[in-house]
């Protein structure tokens, strides 16, 4: 499970509570830097400022209806590469996946890389990784391979109604 115990509490701008669990609000002046899932039976806390409640708001829209995600600024910090690969990602319309090797191919590097780069989202659910699967199954999510965090990527794509176009990598 991505979490961070090591930093307090202030960290988060508030938190939103999902049927998998519950999503910490990280902002920085009026941009989202990211979003962290964590431990279970984390209280929901409200946003503290504009930004992070139009991120709440984002996402609760999104867990009432995938297809009504709301922009948010994003500030994802990364590498031009990294970048390229979220673009990508945001690019793949809800209740569809790619393939990593899919999604290299679309924009001329490798499985390898293109995994990597999904792997430092900071942003996960706004930029949709869980939307890219291994060619033979329903691959990792945010650098796990099993486990909870594959629990929480298997709803993702339910939500989205994924599940229904093809529940074989379910």
Not at 34 to 49: C, D, H, R
Request: with cysteine; net charge positive; hydrophobic share 35%.
């Amino acid at each position: 499970m991505q979490t961070n115990s090591k930093n307090s509490p202030s960290k988060y701008d508030g938190s939103l509570t999902f049927p998998f669990g519950v999503v910490g609000i990280i902002t920085h002046d009026s941009n989202l830097i990211g979003l962290e899932f964590l431990p279970q039976g984390t209280a929901e806390v409200l946003p503290k400022t504009a930004t992070g409640n139009q991120v709440w708001n984002a996402l609760f829209a999104y867990m009432e209806n995938p297809n009504k995600l709301n922009e948010v600024a994003l500030a994802s910090e990364g590498t031009d590469f990294q970048k390229k690969v979220w673009n990508a990602l945001r690019r793949i319309p809800v209740g569809e996946v790619m393939t990593y090797g899919e999604l290299a191919k679309s924009i001329d590097t490798s499985p390898r890389a293109a995994a990597n780069a999904c792997r430092r989202n900071r942003i996960p659910i706004l930029i949709p990784c869980h939307r890219i699967v291994a060619q033979k199954g329903l691959g990792g999510y945010c650098g796990e391979t099993s486990g909870y965090m594959l629990e929480v990527k298997k709803w993702l794509l339910q939500h989205e109604g994924y599940a229904e176009i093809q529940s074989s990598l379910l």
